[in-house]
């Protein structure tokens, strides 16, 4: 008897780009409606000072959702110590400023330790330990050691830096929002145009397949972790620059917005598939939101249930829709 077997169905270029673009333009969709009627609805949303209010608002959150973009995208999930980290650049900017050492020397020995501590963070994933546990625990002990340090008090400090970026414009158009938008791209040149980059989302796709195809895993998931880092870095300079003064409990709600902008985005949060582009999307989206919010005059409860809910709208739509274009 012979048994005649189908070949698998081609799909379509048309359908292959609608399953790959598909959930992403859905999530926009949503987006911009939700913003569109609320921002007809807000007096004062459409003008040029708050336009500029929101990207600088977003500057910062933005940078740390790009750098933590590479982590997720490798499956391992999200960093819990984003907050932690990025309070620990800026207080070790402000301390040295206050202090009287050169900027640059500043800036070069704060960019050191951030790196240093997303190494050991990298390290101990890469060994095995789940990610949410180890930078909880990571976050804990900066919280710690910066409590001690500092006994309560806030850290002030000025300097040339800290003024440049406080006050530094081109264009009408505020330093640390140049600043987000270049290590947007350089986040996403790292993640499309290198060798570990596109590992990483091969690593995120199927990390059993990337092993046996002797991809160094080790190392991918380190240099995700190095990227945060240096964000982290960053983003704790813009925030040195804008508050000038900084606590260890500063910052409460950054790991919430980072991790809302990278689902907002699109990311996957399982891994395999995402980009700091649409990271920085979703952080601009998600000071929008609040931006609005803050215009009606809501107090800090209701714009936290509000931006859950956009977030878990956001992620379930992602998930019907990829579960629907397979």
Known sequence: MTVISRAPEVPSPATAVFRRVGPNLAVVGLVTLVLAVAAITTDGFFTTDNARAILLSASIVGVVAVAMTPITLSGNLVSLAVQQMTILATIMYLAMARDGMHWLAALAAVVVAMVVVGVLQGAVVALGMNPIVTTLAAGAIIFGVLASYTNGRA??????????VAEGSLFGIPVAVYAFLL???????Y??????GRQTLLVGSNREVARNSGLPIATII??????LALGTALAGLLTAGQIGQATPSDLGG???DVIAAILVGGTAIQGGEG?????????IVIACFNNI????GLSIGPRLTFAGVLVATVVLLLHVTRKGTR
């Open 183 to 189: 290590f947007t791209l350089l986040a996403q040149f």
């Open 293 to 296: 919010m803050v215009l009606n």
């Open 254 to 256: 950054l790991t919430f």
């Open 222 to 227: 380190i240099s995700a972790f190095v990227v």
């Open 275 to 283: 980009s700091p582009l649409r990271s920085a999307f979703g952080a």
């Open 191 to 196: 993640v499309t145009g290198t060798v570990l």
């Open 155 to 164: 850290v002030t400090a000025t300097g040339p830096l800290l003024a440049f």
